[in-house]
C-alpha cells in the first residue's frame, strides 16, 4: 500500500468508525464527545508518524522506515482529513452542547483556529506542484512551523491530561517522543556535519 490510496483507505476508515461510534454512543452530546476524543487520538498516531518519518529513519534503515519516509505526504494529509473530522465533530458538538458552547474562548479559538490554518495549508502544499511553485525553502518553512505548532496544541492538549490520568499516558508518551527523536536526529546529523567536510 502506498501512494495516495493510504489517504483514501485511512479517510473511509475514520468514517467508519465515526458511524460506528455514533451508532453506538447516539448522535447527541455523548456520542459527538467520543467522536471528538478518537479523532484526536487518530489525529495525534498520523500526525506524529508524519512528522517524525525523517528522525525515525535515520536511526533505523528497515523497510518500515523506507516506507514510512515514503510516504509521509500521503499520512500528513490522513491526519488532516482526521482533524477535520474533528471540526466537524466540534461544529455539531456546538449545537448539542450548551455548556461547550459557553465555554469557548477566545484563546481556544485563535490558538485552535490558527493550527486549523497551518492544517490546511500543509495539506493543500503537500504535492510536487506545491512545493515547485512556492520553492523549496519556502515550502520547507511551512511545513516546519506549522508542524512544530500543531505538535505544541497536541502537546497542551494531552500532557495535562497524561499527568493526571493513566490512560492518557500512550497519547503523552507520543507527544514527547516526537520532539526528543527530531531533535537526537538533528544533533546526530551535525556532528556528522565535519566528519563528512
Ligand atoms: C477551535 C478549535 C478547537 C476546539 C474548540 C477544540 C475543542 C475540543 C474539546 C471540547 C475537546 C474535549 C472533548 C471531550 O473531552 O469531551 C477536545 C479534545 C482534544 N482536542 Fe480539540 N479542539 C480544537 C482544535 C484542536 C486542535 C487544532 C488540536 C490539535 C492540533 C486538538 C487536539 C485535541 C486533543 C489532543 C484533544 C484530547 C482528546 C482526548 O481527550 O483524548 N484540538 N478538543
Known sequence: MKGWRITILV???????AAFQLGVWGTGEEGIRVLVRSTARCSVVLFALAFSASALR????????????????????????????????????????????????AVTL????????????MAATSSDAAVRALGTTNWRR???????????????????????????LPAGMIVLAVPALRTAAHLRQRARKPQAA
Open 58 to 105: 535515520s536511526f533505523w534503515r528497515g523497510p518500515t522506515t523506507k516506507w514510512l519516509l515514503a510516504n509521509r505526504r500521503y499520512l500528513g494529509v490522513s491526519y488532516a482529513a482526521s482533524h477535520a473530522l474533528h471540526a466537524a465533530a466540534l461544529v455539531a458538538l456546538f449545537g448539542a452542547s450548551t455548556e461547550f458552547a459557553e465555554s469557548l474562548g
Open 142 to 168: 511551512l511545513h516546519l512551523v506549522g508542524g512544530w505548532y500543531i505538535w505544541i496544541i497536541f502537546a497542551q492538549s494531552y500532557l495535562p491530561r497524561a499527568a493526571m490520568d493513566p490512560a492518557y
Open 11 to 17: 479517510s473511509l476508515g475514520l468514517v467508519a468508525l
Open 110 to 121: 485563535v490558538g485552535g483556529g490558527i493550527a486549523y490554518v497551518f492544517t490546511f495549508a
